[in-house]
Structures are given as structure tokens and as C-alpha cells.
């Protein structure tokens, strides 16, 4: 039971990767500027993560979900595969709505 979190992370992060081949929204568009856009968004996040953990805003809760592995102190190692889905699902809509406004723009 202390994988099914991080499972189903990897599930939505696939589903993500197969909705990205198949439209070419993202990495399937530009391999490299998707990766270094990506690296840089889950990077930033986790840095404002780390700074609300020395704050004291952010805790880590306890659930039989999670595996217990810790990046750093608070910091579960799941909440970078989250932080991962997160950017990535932001990229694929940000290429899906780019090109359904681009395809209305030239319908109009």
C-alpha cells in the first residue's frame, strides 16, 4: 500500500507522455526545449517548497500511501513526481489551447 501514490503518479505522468505523442503538444514537439522548461518549473517549485518547509508552512503528513523516503527533511520523495505531473499537464494544456486558439484564429 506504500507505493499507491507514487503508482498512480506514474500512471497520470504516462498518461500525460501518450496524450503528448499523440497530439505533440510538448516534449513530442520540442524535445529540448520541453526538457529544459520542465527541469526549470519542477526545479522552481521545489526550491519554493524547501523555502515554506524552513518557514514552517509546510509539513509532511503522515498516510500509509506514501513510501516514507524523504528528499529532504519534510520533503517526500513523491512530491516530485506530483511536481513533475503538475508541470508537465500545465505544458500539455498550454500547447492543446496554443494550437485550438491558433486553429480558431484561422477559422475566423
Known sequence: MSLLYGAL?????TGMVVLDHR??????ADARRAAVVLA????????????GIALGIFFRGETP??????V????PV??????????YLTMNLHGGFSRA???AGEAA
Open 9 to 13: 503518479l506514474l500512471v497520470s505522468i
Open 65 to 70: 500511501y506514501m513510501t516514507g523516503l524523504l
Open 40 to 51: 526549470v518549473g519542477v526545479v522552481f517549485f521545489l526550491l519554493w517548497d524547501v523555502a
Open 78 to 87: 513523491e512530491e516530485v513526481g506530483f511536481l513533475t505531473l503538475l508541470c
Open 72 to 75: 529532504a527533511p519534510e520533503l
Open 101 to 103: 486558439l491558433a486553429r
Open 23 to 28: 497530439f505533440r503538444l510538448f516534449f513530442f
